[in-house]
């Protein structure tokens, strides 16, 4: 079989278990078939797996899981490859364990407002599914029509109305787990507080470094009475970045409030004609939903209060084609960005929403000492930055450059007080910023919990953490000794 | 010294340790000073621990742990002592770590609606020092004008708004926490969204078994515009219960919708003349809060739903005075049993809000059955019971059929879809129920993480789980063998 000839010969033996448990037809080992998989929605990391497994069902996954536990090879899940930190970034030799198939869903439950799925399940197709008993299921990251709801959990997946309503880790109710040995086990349920330890709450957003989920039962919400959307233009960042702290000073909480700069509106409006105000250096895309009668007395404080920041133009959707206008400006602001760059990264940090308009500043300054321009485009309400920054790959070191300033703008939020990632994860690309961000105590106390899951490190390594630890003996009492930095450990790559 | 030699023999070492360490005046290890420490809010379980230690630094915490890790003795956290599952029940021959003399406090970040308290401040002090910034601490045991915040995140405290604002768990940001080894980590932190694990959730709620906190960050709510009451009337449970499912399914989420049954009317009434409906089965106790236009028209909706299901009163609090003479009868239910029983039970279980008329009426039956009353308060809203099983300890039998008929409950609450705890922890009365409900994959899971931080087992050891594992050796796939139940390992105590 020349697909076996391809593999790696280190995975042959564990191929041919692989198939006599989940059938020939559901693994692949051509290397042409196996490249369709070298990276994810991070295109700039790549590593060709030596085995992807298409699974069908829990069974195969426990089977696939077990296998690779025996044999002492790594695995990686992955949902539908839209993640932007490299959490399904394959290992070389390792087993790339695909969940795109495993799509049951429900039947919606409306008394209680819960729908059980399985991992391979598209984000949006929830609430597709959702709408004739008004409920919805509210984290709608960008992807969200191609996004699945694993991968949501695994990076804890956001999106623009996370402001309101939360990240997945709110919206997840139970999950059925495969362990890294095999087993399976089931975190959290349907009841709203459960006893003993929540695992639940560590295993979302764990990236793929616990266990692999085959059945999450997710939280519905109720679709409010009524959505109103607002943009609003500014002048300057400052009075926009104001605005949105003044908005929830007065006790106002809006469904969301999305900012842009001048650099991305410049983009959306080339791209979609978004009809932006024109001239406005920054706006406020604001929504609020709720009874009717509240939204209505909201929004006449929301506009107060931006006037008083020197707001030039309030706009509210008169009908619903005006409001898809408005996301669609900020929800294609990415893709945009391709037109007035040949390349770009986007970065995903956080800072307090009071620091906005000292970190845009800074942001500012630091793209000019460098030579390259800076798009914002972010979720102001709950200070989640989405800078892209771009470059022309066409010349030479550029790209490095570009990845630099990325990797400052992080250390920036970081020393902000904010965080290296709102949304998109750890992942491969921003490991080794967790040392920046967390102390070595404060690492090695996950570390331990990542042991007890897996002790043989064969979980997505490589990942989240940025030096592998052995999982034998504990560590003494941790003051200022690190075995675990002692060890200087190299990359598993 | 007749203090130390007062002390068991097992412990006189580590008292000296102690001593010199602390500070000698901080160290109790006289017998009947020991007494005062030998239960909590369950007294029907007590223990005299070995050793007290009152804590007044977080170095006091970290010497303390760190002396018991090097001699292997065990230690228990203890805030206010509060709790009613007995989760800070001393261990014989070890030390009771009292938290309760650590009380800094603030100041309150308005900007960014946040606090830094020590462990042993006082639920109600926190919310008493946001007052002035129009802010709030959520989370409002009953016991909120004693319980310690400490206790609180060791068992995710709720309380009667958590139906809309949750549990403490979504109310604490970050915490700094003692390991059982005696090292200093820092779990969560201000940030919206960490990367990493979410070992915050896991430490709130683990019942002192991971550690114990020495600082924490809390998330202050805003006070709403307008808080308004309504009580409700009702000539039968089911009635009452279809309004609570009526309600919610409305997509009105009231701040708390608590129940009564004519039981517990009947006592509330004795105690506090709380002038509830004459001749009321059932009474709810409806509270809305929000801006104001809302929360008027919120409150018409819910009259009309009420009136559709029977209720033969409806009344809105017209003052501050009526509003709390309304929540005097529902919060003093507990105590006014006192008044009409000579010993009760209070259980602590949840079932899905769909199901509270067969479980009510269940209870009845099983309560009939043994010839023993059963009075019902409970947080309606989201399911979570709290049956008062009344009992005469002076009839010989009736305490051993009382807590019998309180664990059927339980089990009938598992049965039911629910939990056996909604707010009141496992602790040390619950640990056997904990098999019932969880599988022992399940539980195996949670030993993990308890022996990833506690390999020694000495923090709190005896409480949560059914059976103390041996953290050695982990077990292989576990698929029908349990090696932790294999061992047939007896009680700690």
């Not at 790594?74 to 539908?80: D, E, I, K, L, Q």
């Not at 007395?297 to 008083?308: D, G, N, P």
Request: aromatic share 6%; net charge negative.
């Amino acid at each position: 079989m020349t697909a076996v000839a391809s593999a790696p010969a280190g995975t042959a033996v564990l191929a041919a278990r692989l198939r006599q448990a989940v059938g020939a037809e559901r693994v692949l080992t051509d290397h042409a078939q196996l490249r369709t998989y070298e990276c994810d929605g991070l295109a700039n990391f790549r590593v060709t797996p030596g085995v992807v497994v298409l699974a069908e069902s829990r069974q195969h996954v426990v089977d696939t899981v077990r296998l690779c536990a025996e044999a002492g090879v790594p695995f990686v899940a992955r949902g539908s490859g839209t993640g932007l930190s490299g959490g399904a970034l394959p290992v070389a030799e390792g087993v790339l364990l695909v969940l795109s198939r495993l799509r049951a869903l429900g039947p919606v439950d409306p008394d209680n407002a819960r729908v059980v799925v399985e991992p391979g399940v598209i984000n949006l197709w929830v609430t597709r599914d959702a709408t004739p008993y008004d409920l919805a299921y509210a984290p709608d990251p960008s992807s969200q029509q191609v996004c699945s709801i694993g991968g949501n959990v695994a990076e804890n997946a956001g999106g623009a109305h996370c402001l309101k309503y939360g990240f997945t880790v709110n919206h997840v109710l139970g999950a059925e787990v495969v362990l890294p040995d095999g087993s399976v086990v089931h975190l959290g349920g349907t009841a709203p507080e459960h006893p003993g330890y929540d695992l639940l709450g560590a295993f979302i957003g764990s990236e793929g470094t616990l266990g692999v989920a085959t059945s999450l039962t997710l939280r519905l919400v109720r679709v409010p009475e009524a959505v109103q959307t607002m943009l609003v233009g500014f002048s300057s960042v400052e009075d926009a970045a104001g605005t949105v702290s003044d908005i929830i000073a007065a006790g106002i909480l809006p469904a969301a409030i999305e900012m842009m700069d001048a650099l991305a509106i410049e983009a959306a409006e080339a791209a979609v004609h978004c009809g932006y105000p024109a001239g406005a250096v920054a706006v406020l895309v604001i929504e609020l939903d709720g009874p009717q009668v509240e939204v209505e007395a909201q929004f006449a404080q929301v506009e107060q209060i931006a006037l008083a920041r020197a707001a030039f133009e309030t706009r509210i959707a008169q009908d619903a084609a005006e409001r898809a206008l408005m996301w669609k400006g900020r929800k294609s602001a990415f893709a945009a960005v391709g037109r007035i760059s040949p390349a770009y990264f986007v970065q995903d940090g956080v800072i307090p929403r009071t620091k906005l308009p000292q970190v845009l500043a800074e942001i500012d300054r630091m793209a000019a000492e460098v030579g390259l321009r800076v798009a914002n485009v972010f979720h102001a309400g709950d200070g989640n930055l989405h800078p892209l920054v771009l470059f022309d790959d066409a010349v030479e070191g550029q790209a490095a450059d570009a990845e630099e300033l990325a990797g400052a703008i992080l250390e920036l939020c970081i020393s902000s007080g904010g965080s290296i990632t709102g949304e998109h994860g750890v992942g491969f690309e921003k490991r080794h910023k967790m040392a920046v961000q967390f102390t070595p105590e404060d690492l090695d106390t996950m570390q331990l919990v990542r042991c007890a899951f897996d002790p043989e490190g064969i979980a997505n390594p490589g990942k989240v953490f940025p030096t592998p630890r052995l999982c034998g003996e504990r560590p003494g009492p941790r003051t200022g000794e690190h075995p675990v930095q002692a060890a200087g450990l190299g990359e598993v790559f």
